[in-house]
């Protein structure tokens, strides 16, 4: 059973920063793409960075480009992402998800398994 368990998230001030993790456990896909999408409040889920398992591919939503780092540490099954230069607007429930689907990861309805979210908050 995929097991993806987040942490990291909490309330920062604008303008600062924060790193977020996701572990994850229990797949045996030869190849994945993992990343993270969020909601903001009243707001549809959206996706903000992916990366591939097999030669480190990685998207960004536009909105973080520049500001927001994904990486990963293989030997942990572990995935971050470095958020800097944080802003109103980047206040969300933060979930990570992974696919089977390599190249589709960044498409919510390609997800095959979804975490329970942390939530970042970032104060003006």
């Known amino acids: 059973q995929v097991q993806l368990v987040e942490s990291g998230g909490g309330l920062v001030q604008h303008g600062g920063s924060l790193r977020l993790s996701c572990a994850a456990s229990?797949?045996?896909?030869?190849?994945?793409?993992i990343g993270w999408f969020r909601q903001a409040p009243g707001k549809e889920r959206e996706g903000v960075s992916c990366?591939?398992?097999?030669?480190?591919?990685?998207v960004y939503a536009d909105s973080v480009k520049g500001r927001f780092t994904i990486s990963r540490d293989n030997a942990k099954n572990t995935i971050y992402l470095q958020m800097n230069s944080l802003k109103s607007e980047d206040t969300a429930v933060y979930y990570c998800a992974i696919t089977s689907r390599e190249r589709l990861c960044f498409r919510d309805y390609a997800m095959d398994v979804w975490g329970k979210g942390t939530l970042v908050t970032v104060s003006s």
């Open positions: 990366i591939s398992s097999s030669d480190g591919a990685t």
């Open positions: 229990g797949f045996t896909w030869d190849s994945y793409g």
